[in-house]
């Protein structure tokens, strides 16, 4: 561990995802260097951030003691809540932001899976909203929303790539909820995306701008879209799709109904999915709608950032600043304990990333924190460590077909909205995927 008042900035066994070198350059080229060592060095500022997303629920006076809890024999500073807001304040976003944009990205795996798909890097785009403290430099900038059972906090849209086989996060953008995610997208995409990949989305993204930034950057889609979209037949294929355009973009489109059955019975809905996989042959419809449910992989990722790690509470900062800090340090937080959680199930050939437990993964490094123990890395390398160990000992079963009834619930609130009826069932469902029954006539 780094010596005298460096020795509290750590993050135990997750500091080797993000070492002490990596923070420093982010520091040196953001100019936030500490001009002179004090009992709060910037580098150490920077682990007490991501520290406080381990700890969510604990303020950062409590946090500290967390850090330095098994610095054993060694006189380290006790700040007041007051130091250590000073501190935050005088670092600033900019670190954070470099930190997040040099671990984002589709961690590094030999496991398949749902990774890559016939050559094509599997990614999904989608947002949420997260709450904000009600203060009056925090509505200046985000709003509440208007009506539904959302509580009284002001919120801030966010929007992210993910790869959908490691959960990983490509890149991400945030900022005031009253700008809709149509609006923020089309910018990510053309940052996050490149050939090679194919991006799953949502019917709320099949806008012309959107599809135009994806196909600008050489990477495919796979979209779903409105029915009531026009889109002309120009050729009937053999698998039950036809070809068709996009404002000019050649596509394929493929018309489907869908059928869950369940122990209480059946339900058919209707897809419309659009792709830019225009060859039946080597991307073979059926093959397509299959692929179309990794998108809820997006969803997942989420709930472990919303619900496991925020633990359903609003963010800290109370200032637009302090929630750009923030917001990035839970990225990166977020993104370097999938990074561990990969490098674990990437010693077992054969084993998908979406078997981890991620509560369990939280609660390693949580523990590994107030141990200050696997700070540095040994003379041999240890890709699994003791938190890949526990990934390993605890695998979820392999995923089975499930169903599971929509909730409604406020973002905020561990309880149910008054008036809901929350059912909570999982189901076992068989799906049948019906590809012909919405194929169109061939074109006049």
């Known amino acids: 561990m780094a010596e005298g008042a460096f020795a509290p900035g750590h993050l135990g066994e997750l500091t080797q995802h993000v070492p002490f070198e990596m923070v420093d350059a982010v520091l040196t080229e953001t100019g936030k260097t500490q001009v002179r060592v004090r009992d709060l060095p910037s580098r150490v500022v920077v682990y007490l951030l991501l520290a406080g997303c381990l700890f969510n629920d604990r303020g950062y ?131 996050a995306l490149r050939a090679g990949m194919i991006v799953l989305a949502d019917r709320g993204f099949a806008t012309n701008d959107i599809i135009t930034a994806i196909t600008s950057t050489g990477a495919d889609l796979l979209i779903r879209c409105k029915t009531n979209r026009k889109l002309p037949a120009v050729d009937r294929l053999a698998d039950g799709s036809y070809l068709s355009h996009w404002m000019g973009t050649p596509v394929r489109v493929i018309e489907a109904e869908i059928t869950i059955a369940t122990r209480d019975g059946r339900r058919t809905g209707s897809y419309r999915l659009v792709t830019t996989l225009l060859d039946p042959h080597t991307y073979p419809a059926f093959d397509l709608v299959t692929l179309y449910h990794q998108r809820w992989e997006i969803e997942t990722a989420y709930l472990e950032l919303k619900s496991t790690i925020l633990g359903g509470h609003i963010l800290r900062a109370r200032t637009p600043e302090g929630i750009t800090q923030e917001v990035y340090a839970l990225l990166t937080t977020y993104q370097i304990l999938r990074q561990a959680i990969t490098n674990a199930t990437d010693t077992r050939p054969g084993t998908d990333p979406d078997r981890a437990s991620f509560t369990i993964t939280l609660n390693a490094a949580r523990d590994q924190l107030v141990q200050a123990a696997g700070i540095i890395a040994d003379t041999v390398t240890d890709l699994v460590g003791h938190i890949g160990r526990l990934v390993l000992a605890n695998l979820l079963p392999k995923r089975r077909t499930r169903l599971s009834p929509r909730a409604v619930k406020r973002a905020t609130s561990r309880y149910p909205a008054k008036g809901l009826n929350i059912n909570r069932t999982t189901y076992k469902a068989t799906i049948t995927i019906n590809i012909t029954a919405l194929t169109p006539p061939p074109p006049p």
């Open 61 to 191: 006076g409590q946090v500290w003691h967390r850090m330095v809890a098994g610095l054993h024999g060694l006189a380290v500073a006790a700040p007041t809540a007051a130091a250590l807001t000073q501190a935050r304040v005088r670092l600033g976003a900019a670190p954070l932001k470099a930190l997040f944009d040099l671990v984002r990205g589709p961690a590094a795996t030999s496991t398949r899976g749902w990774v890559c798909w016939r050559g094509l890097l599997v990614t999904a785009i989608d947002g949420t909203t997260l709450s904000v403290p009600d203060t009056a430099t925090n509505l200046a900038v985000f709003t509440k929303k208007a009506s539904g059972n959302t509580g009284s906090y002001p919120h801030l849209r966010l929007l992210a790539v993910v790869c959908c086989g490691t959960r990983t996060v490509i890149d991400a953008v945030f900022g005031p909820s009253g700008i809709g995610e149509t609006s923020y997208a089309p910018a990510l995409l053309t940052r």
